[in-house]
């Protein structure tokens, strides 16, 4: 078992928007937030490109993951006050290190990338974990087994189910602090909730969260507000436009890499990332700060597509997009050939989009078990004990359950295509709503 925690003389405290105070009493985790590896969170944005879109957008991965450790604190004191016996006690500093930490393997535009280089930010983040960091001398300090118990909670293989899915399940403090954290800053009004009310109807029961029934409204509340920030935020076209572009750059400098072109402008951190070689040190000099300096840095590569994509991404050029409903592989495919004879590389300039790849979902009570996001249900604990799955009570929820059939978004440079519109069919320009 671990030993006790060690108490700071005097609390700390933070300044926070959106819970107004985060405190920290425990020296283990005052110690962490100050290691390079959780200062370096600053300089990692928490909504990636959103900030294209939505200009407030610029909260840092930083200022979530203290939410997530407040909201778990505020969590578990709710536990130690309510004496639940289902809530193992001696659990407490395992579960608050792994919600300060759970983020701490992000890279810069994190899903971009990850698309991008078949990386994973769980990976790093046990990694950062594991191996030689000032985050793991932190942890070994205070107890020899913390690192790989706080890495067990992240990989969700930890011998105490409830510890996980308090960092990770469908009502997760990740979840309830970006929701009102993204929709403080993009300013979107309706993605709030009432987190107050939700903490006061969450419970242990046999190794998971339930809620209360008489709770059942907040989360009602809870679930519309992921619904609207899916929707309104992180499936905004003109973000997922930005993304595009910088999949595209990163894409390209990959190809070009693979080919031996000479890079005027390159450093180990990022020839590490292109030669699939990366270590943790350089791993985590990766930040967005190095990422806009090279973009900056590549707008004047001698190879043209790589250029015009940094441009575009930095001076916001983004491509426009079009909305249809059906696929059309034929018409696609039709495009495709048009484009390259206008001078356009359709493997660049045409780009098909659809939300199912998307790191939200609104909720889904049962996945298959081959989805490896799978996510424990919402349960209700009604007052004789029996436990039921959300949707099966709520009409609102079972009405915005399920994934959504979206639109297919198709993305393309507008002006290009206006400078030879008259080299294009007029079916194409017409789908494209440019005649
Ligand atoms: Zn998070």
Known sequence: MIQAQHSLAEEKVFKDPVHKYIYVQDQTIWNLINTKEFQRLRRIRQLGTSYLTFHGAEHSRFSHSLGVYEITRKIISQFERGGYPDWPREEKLVTLCAALLHDVGHGPFSHSLEQVFDTNHEDWTCRILLEDTEVNRVLYEFDSSLPERVAAV???????????????????????????????????????????????????????????????????????????????????????????????????????????????????????????????????????????????????????????????????????????????????????????????????????????????????PGLSSNDKEEKPPILLLGQDERLSEISERSDIIRSITGLHQGKYHLYYPEERLLESAGKLQPRILEYFGLL
């Open 154 to 364: 992240i990989r969700k293989t930890y011998n105490q189910p409830i510890v996980i899915s308090l960092v990770s399940s469908q009502m997760d403090a990740d979840r309830m602090d970006y929701l009102l954290r993204d929709a403080y800053y993009t300013g979107v009004n309706y993605g709030t909730f009432d987190l107050e009310r939700i903490l006061r109807v969450l419970r242990p029961h046999q190794g998971q969260i339930v809620v209360k029934e008489s709770g059942m409204h907040a989360v009602e509340d809870y679930l519309m507000s992921r619904y609207q920030m899916y929707w309104q935020v992180y499936f905004h076209p003109v973000t997922r436009s930005s993304e595009i572009i910088l999949r595209q750059i990163f894409r390209r400098a990959r190809e070009l890499y693979g080919g031996g072109y000479a890079f005027a402008w390159m450093i180990e951190p990022l020839r590490r990332l292109l030669d699939d070689t990366l270590d943790v040190e350089n791993y985590l000099s990766l930040d967005e700060a190095l990422a806009q300096t090279t973009f900056m840095q590549w707008t004047k590569e001698g190879d043209p597509l790589l250029s015009d994509l940094c441009s575009r991404f930095l001076n916001r050029k983004l491509y426009k997009y079009a909305a249809v409903d059906k696929p059309d592989e034929e018409l696609w495919q039709n495009i495709r050939g048009q484009f390259a004879a206008i001078g356009l590389n359709p493997d660049y300039h045409f780009e098909i989009d659809f939300p199912y790849d998307m790191p939200y979902d609104v909720y889904r």
